[in-house]
């Protein structure tokens, strides 16, 4: 069974996959999974493979998120998940013996319930 969590989770990969497309990348992949960590979407964009980790939130676009309270979608991105995220990519790019250019991107989404919106950002070259 799938969890809320991980429903709005699949809605956010979705609508970040559709973002991408949009701004020209390819998708490679998604949902790299292996038991130490997972990568959500593989890219590829003007000969470069973008590893793209996506975060999305629900809450109301309307509220300026500035403080302390209120979350932002890239405040769930730790330490130890770039620590995760390093050690998969490194995998990924071993399995598939790559060795051209590679980035790691963080797309994230708010989902806004009530007035059925969404807001996607997209943060490009995140130093793992």
Known sequence: MRTEKRKIG?????IACKFLMKHGYEIVERNYLRKWGE?????????????????T??????????????WRAE???HIGKLKRLS??????LLERGYEGEWQFDVVTVTLDQTKIR???QHLKDIVL
Not at 39 to 55: A, N, P, Q, T, Y
Not at 87 to 92: A, D, E, G, H, P
Request: hydrophobic share 40%; no cysteine.
């Open 75 to 77: 405040d769930n991105i």
């Open 87 to 92: 050690r998969i990519i490194q995998t990924y």
């Open 10 to 14: 699949d809605v956010g990969e979705g």
């Open 57 to 70: 939130i629900v809450g109301d676009l309307s509220v300026i998120r500035e403080t302390l309270d209120n």
């Open 39 to 55: 990568i959500d979407i593989v890219s590829k964009r003007s000969g470069k493979l973008i590893f793209v980790e996506v975060k």
């Open 118 to 120: 969404t807001k996607v």
